[in-house]
């Protein structure tokens, strides 16, 4: 099957805080994701990916733009009518232990999803879908018994995993799904949903918040700032050749193990702090602390155009 799974358009999400003040964290973002692809969404803390995530899930209902998934506009569309699409979609999230409830078994985590799409009638039916769910994700039918607070980190996300996999999703968003483990046990959870996504050909929309831990598992990259999208392209052209100056910025801050190479890499990483998503900076969000800003940066908001095919950029230096 081809064709787009997800095609986000314009999507704003502001919330009121106090009696005046709005958040705006999410400002007219736009991508989509074709089917069987994981798009990375990279940013720093604060940027909006996570209110990006559940705004498409549906979390917070959007305050602009749409969200069509598999081709059915649901943006404004109820709970009710949600119900039956979400098992389109499941989330991974970056906190296994608090997404996990405390006082429920493994196997009974992983059912509820079944129970409540009724894809079976009772948890002994759904036995026959946790036991070899379980051997995927890397646990054992001795773990089917046991609660979330007797796992590892690693563990519980695999459980996590289990979960949002169990109902054959087309998409699954992963809210920073590594960020919480050891860097030993990151690999393995990466490799375990690639692995999946090869056999099962589901997309992933893959939020972290540096570009070093989307390297190996995206297609597509869009890099945010203080939410909007400031470039977004094939994964290995953002490493090989970032237009952006925030990108630029990610990507001389992420470690080089070469001690040569790191004396050669540029150094310039990205100074200041992201401003507040209250009030931002007019024009270019990212010329309070762009090395390169002009005059026109904090007067216009610079456009997303190409700056080669298929590689969008918003700055104003390009183009
Ligand atoms: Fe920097 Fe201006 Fe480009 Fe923004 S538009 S990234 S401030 S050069």
Redesign the pocket.
């Known amino acids: 099957m081809s064709g787009n799974i997800l095609e986000v358009t314009g999507l704003t999400q502001h919330f009121k805080v106090g009696r005046h003040a709005v958040v705006h964290a999410v400002d007219g973002v736009s991508f989509s994701i074709r089917r069987g692809q994981t798009l990375g969404l990279v940013g720093e803390s604060g940027c909006g990916k996570s209110s990006c995530a559940r705004s498409i899930i549906r979390v917070y209902d959007p305050t602009g733009g749409t969200i069509v998934l598999d081709g059915e506009d649901i943006t404004h569309m109820s709970q009710k009518e949600l119900q039956p699409r979400r098992r389109k979609m499941q989330m991974i999230f970056q906190d296994p232990y608090a997404s996990l409830n405390a006082r429920m078994t493994v196997r009974d985590i992983i059912a509820e999803p079944l129970l409540a799409h009724r894809v079976v009638k009772t948890k002994k039916e759904a036995n026959d879908y946790v036991y070899p769910m379980l051997e995927r994700v890397g646990l054992t039918a001795e773990h089917a018994g046991r609660y979330a607070h007797e796992f590892s980190g690693g563990q519980r996300q695999r459980v996590g995993i289990a979960r949002a996999l169990i109902l054959q999703p087309d998409l699954v968003i992963c809210d920073e799904p590594i960020s919480a483990l050891d860097v030993s046990i990151q690999a393995q959870v990466v490799n375990l949903l690639r692995d999946y996504q090869q056999e099962q050909g589901l997309a992933y929309l893959f939020i972290a918040h540096d570009l070093s831990m989307v390297r190996y598992v995206s297609d597509v990259v869009g890099v945010m700032y203080l939410g909007q999208l400031v470039e977004l392209c094939a994964a290995e052209e953002i490493y090989d050749n970032p237009v952006?100056?925030?990108t630029q910025g990610l990507l001389s801050s992420i470690p080089v193990a070469d001690p040569k190479l790191a004396r050669q890499k540029d150094k310039s990483g990205i100074e200041g702090d992201l401003p507040s998503p209250v009030e931002p900076p007019s024009g270019?969000r990212?010329?309070t602390r762009?090395p390169?800003?002009?005059d026109v940066?904090s007067q216009q908001t610079?456009p997303m155009r190409e700056a080669a095919p298929g590689h969008q950029v918003a700055?104003?230096?390009c183009g």
Do not use: D, R
């Open positions: 952006h100056p925030y270019c990212f010329h762009c390169f800003a002009k940066c610079p700055c104003h230096l």
